[in-house]
């Protein structure tokens, strides 16, 4: 097209050559193997869009970025045709490093990478300040674009892409310089105000009109109209006979115009206006081209590079402000030379291309994971987590920020972040090989000898109240100066990553030297058919037809006459803890196992929060896990769950925990919680837009009042560094329209409780931690 995105791989060239001397460099113009006539076709249409119909380029591109179907569509068709006909071409050099300048090129060689067909990393620059989707890709291992505004923008296109900013990639002889004997050299008057107008090469846009504007906007300015290789314009502009009207056609050495002038104006922010800010020299864009044009004069608006002008008039009353406002014009030339000062080197770049990993894989998301990327709001986020609480070191010392950072590098979910999907893509994992635990976690110093109780709430309650983000699924903060030398970290992760057994079992197995987590499955493709009807699942028809019954003819959950409104995302944590040994004692003595016997307590503790607006029964949602021999060691989700009325009616408590016992035996032998696993995963086999829709159905308050989990932790030693282990507090989130999670762990000789709740309802919260150790002291002896 231009010849901008030739220039753009003239400096990446010169930029190759200047780090590795003996390189061999060998350029493909893609046009060229796209077929007989079809160069000089494209670029009739690029001229003719711009020139002729700029609403339909405009249409166009507003499509590209309104409709992701259309963009994902056009992406597909033009990186297939383009990587087809590069593949020949680039297999027969036997690249070490490929450097694309323009946008179709890129997407046929990302086309290239997943197909297998290329494995060296691969570089994009992109010479404009506003990238388009065509530009980005996951399978392009960096992006480089001209601003900090400029990579949101294309990662809005493509989240997993790895971008950064690039110092402008123009020719050496851009620099800042001396305007003087630039003009002397070109035969320009020392004491006018030149302003030279430059539209690309192949001279787009309205140059007549703002040749025309800048003569009348005062009898100081001195426009210079560079026309490239339109000499059609260039004869035009001649035969307005103005003296002060300065036409120059083709020039090999813009540079000097450049240095010579007090601002370009252009129409785009292309290399054109990039040669500009290389200079130092303000840019005013003009009647910005459609499209990309007017995109990227937004941009450079935005970064303080350019004044924009529109109508009639407008160019030259900026021109006009400029001369009368030198300390305006003075800014704008510091804005320039400071871009270049922050961006990343074209050397340091490919360096980075060559030496550092490929742009991290990707890898779906399973359908249990992926229920909790659907299931988040803002007001509801899914993260899971635990509280760690640490005795002093034999020395008397706390744990250190090194000891924390050693634990957290096992936590699931460290070295990824998520891709949550759209309406026609999965959610899915990225790699992030670099992260590492010290990016993640933070330290905050309370004491001196702050009160243990009260430092771990507050921490908590301000910790878990900020989600994690999908660039960084984990989080995590030790907290020190507690009295006696204790200390507290707090882990907080996104529930897609893993459940609350996988995260203990990492953890517990990181202060034993274990690598506990096996590499992730990868995600099946689910089909309904073979999840429900095959061979190898026929042994477990039975127990899944009775589940999937049972969860049919449960219907949603009864009324409780509580607030369910949840605001936003603070939370406040209550804790609890009940000696391990006398509850395992009760438990025998009862009868009942002791899951049981603690299901029945949150159950008491429910009645006496709701007094007599107790239902007879209230639907908890109790996640049960499905792990076995294959999937113990596994990041992710392997868990099942079980809605079970339980009894929180008016009863004594005897005859309350015979009921839940006898709820929860029914539910699992009914084969609920492989049921309801499986209707989880049935979920997946629907378009990703129709999935989040049923997944947000599936997932809150009308089939549930409250969640409760019982999680086994270490019923043994643990030590990190000499310092104990001594409690560990699981942490659940809410789900819409669910004000209640209440989380329960063996640890050593503690079953420990925390209740979580919205930060408006912290009084419901403390009392419901404290109910259940209430309602143990009245189990009967």
């Known amino acids: 097209m231009g010849q901008g995105?030739?220039?753009?791989?003239?400096?990446?060239?010169?930029?190759?050559?200047?780090?590795?001397?003996?390189?061999?460099?060998?350029?493909?113009?893609?046009?060229?193997?796209?077929?007989?006539?079809m160069a000089p076709l494209l670029r009739r249409l690029y001229v003719a869009n711009v020139e002729t119909t700029p609403w339909l380029y405009e249409f166009f591109y507003r499509a590209i970025w309104r409709l992701p179907w259309?963009?994902?569509?056009?992406?597909?068709?033009?990186?297939?045709?383009?990587?087809r006909r590069l593949a020949r071409t680039v297999a027969r050099f036997v690249p070490e490093l490929v450097l694309s300048t323009y946008p179709m090129a890129t997407a046929g060689l990302a086309w290239l990478r997943r197909s297998g067909r290329l494995s060296a990393p691969i570089g994009a620059w992109v010479p404009d300040f506003a990238p388009h989707p065509f530009w980005v890709y996951r399978s392009v291992d960096l992006t480089m674009v001209m601003h900090e505004i400029a990579v949101r923008q294309a990662l809005e296109s493509c989240p997993a892409a790895r971008v950064e900013v690039s110092v402008p990639p123009v020719r050496a002889e851009f620099r800042p310089g001396d305007r003087a004997g630039a003009r002397q050299r070109l035969g320009l008057p020392p004491d006018k105000f030149v302003v030279v107008i430059s539209?690309?090469?192949?001279?787009?846009?309205?140059?007549?009109?703002?040749?025309?504007?800048?003569?009348?906007?005062?009898?100081?300015?001195?426009?210079?109209?560079?026309?490239?290789?339109?000499?059609?314009?260039?004869?035009?502009?001649?035969?307005?006979?103005?003296?002060?009207?300065?036409?120059?056609?083709w020039t090999d050495e813009p540079e000097s115009y450049v240095l010579a002038s007090d601002v370009l104006v252009t129409n785009n922010g292309g290399v054109t206006a990039m040669?500009?800010?290389?200079?130092?020299?303000?840019?005013?864009?003009?009647?910005?081209?459609?499209?990309?044009?007017?995109?990227?004069?937004?941009?450079?608006?935005?970064?303080?590079?350019?004044?924009?002008?529109?109508?009639d008039g407008?160019?030259?009353?900026?021109?006009?402000?400029?001369?009368?406002?030198?300390?305006?014009?003075?800014t704008m030339v510091e804005n320039a030379i400071r871009h270049g000062e922050t961006a990343v080197p074209i050397v340091t770049a490919l360096e980075s291309l060559v030496e550092g990993p490929h742009n991290g894989a990707t890898r779906r998301l399973r359908p249990e994971d992926a229920l909790f990327v659907h299931a988040a709001t803002r007001e509801v986020p899914q993260q899971a987590g635990a509280v760690?609480?640490?005795?002093?070191?034999?020395?008397?010392?706390?744990?250190?920020?090194?000891?924390?950072?050693?634990?957290?590098?096992?936590?699931?979910?460290?070295?990824t972040r998520l891709l949550p999907g759209t309406g026609l893509w999965r959610p899915k994992w990225q790699e992030a090989p670099a992260r590492t635990a010290a990016d993640v976690l933070d330290h905050v110093e309370t004491g001196p000898d702050a009160d243990l109780e009260t430092s771990v709430t507050e921490a908590m309650d301000e910790f878990f109240s900020v989600a994690v983000t999908p660039e960084h699924p984990v989080r995590a903060r030790l907290v020190t100066g507690i009295e006696g030398g204790q200390g507290a970290l707090l882990v907080a992760l996104h529930h897609a990553a893993s459940d609350g057994i996988a995260v203990i079992a990492a953890l517990v197995g990181r202060t034993r030297g274990k690598t506990v987590l096996a590499p992730p499955s990868p995600a099946r493709r689910v089909s309904l058919r073979g999840n429900l009807f095959s061979a190898a699942r026929r042994r477990d028809a039975g127990e899944l037809a009775r589940g999937m019954w049972a969860l049919a003819k449960a219907g949603p959950a009864s009324r409780v006459r509580w607030e369910t409104r949840i605001d936003g995302p603070r939370r406040h944590f209550a804790r609890a803890h009940l000696h391990a040994p006398d509850v395992r004692a009760a438990a025998r003595r009862i009868g009942v196992p002791t899951t049981d016997l603690v299901l029945a307590l949150v159950a008491e503790a429910l009645h006496r929060e709701l007094g007599e607006r107790a239902p007879a029964r209230m639907r908890v949602l109790i996640p049960m896990s499905i792990r076995d021999t294959g999937t113990i060691r596994q990041p992710g989700n392997h868990t099942g769950a079980a809605s079970v009325d339980l009894p929180t009616g008016a009863m004594p408590l005897p005859d309350r925990i015979r009921q839940t016992r006898d709820l929860l035996a029914a539910q699992v032998g009914r084969g609920a919680p492989r049921a309801g696993h499986a209707v989880v995963r049935v979920l997946g086999v629907f378009p990703p837009w129709l999935h989040h829709r049923l997944a947000r159905l599936v997932y809150r308050g009308t089939w549930f009042s409250a969640l409760a989990s019982v999680l086994p932790g270490a019923r043994s030693l643990v030590v990190l560094n000499g310092a104990r282990v001594?409690?560990?507090?699981?942490?659940?989130?809410?789900?819409?329209?669910?004000?209640?999670?209440?989380?329960?762990?063996?640890?050593?000789?503690?079953f420990t409780v925390c209740v979580t709740v919205p930060v408006e309802q912290a009084a419901r919260g403390d009392r419901l931690a404290g109910g259940v150790v209430e309602a143990f002291a009245t189990v009967p002896a």
């Open 5 to 37: 995105h030739n220039a753009t791989a003239r400096v990446l060239e010169s930029g190759v050559r200047e780090r590795w001397p003996g390189a061999t460099v060998e350029w493909i113009d893609l046009l060229d193997l796209l077929g007989p006539g």
């Open 70 to 83: 259309f963009a994902a569509v056009s992406r597909w068709v033009v990186g297939q045709w383009c990587g």
């Open 726 to 750: 001594r409690t560990v507090y699981p942490v659940l989130s809410l789900a819409p329209g669910v004000p209640v999670a209440v989380g329960v762990m063996t640890w050593a000789d503690r």
């Open 199 to 249: 539209c690309g090469s192949l001279g787009f846009g309205a140059v007549e009109g703002a040749a025309l504007e800048l003569l009348d906007a005062d009898p100081a300015v001195l426009p210079v109209a560079i026309c490239g290789r339109n000499e059609a314009l260039a004869e035009r502009l001649r035969a307005l006979g103005e003296p002060r009207l300065r036409v120059v056609g």
């Open 314 to 330: 407008e160019l030259a009353a900026v021109v006009r402000s400029l001369i009368a406002e030198p300390t305006r014009l003075k």
């Open 388 to 415: 760690l609480l640490f005795d002093p070191k034999p020395d008397g010392s706390p744990v250190t920020l090194a000891d924390a950072e050693y634990l957290v590098s096992a936590t699931p979910g460290l070295h």
């Open 275 to 311: 040669e500009a800010l290389a200079c130092g020299r303000p840019v005013l864009i003009h009647r910005a081209i459609a499209a990309h044009g007017k995109a990227s004069a937004g941009v450079m608006a935005a970064a303080g590079f350019t004044l924009r002008s529109e109508k």
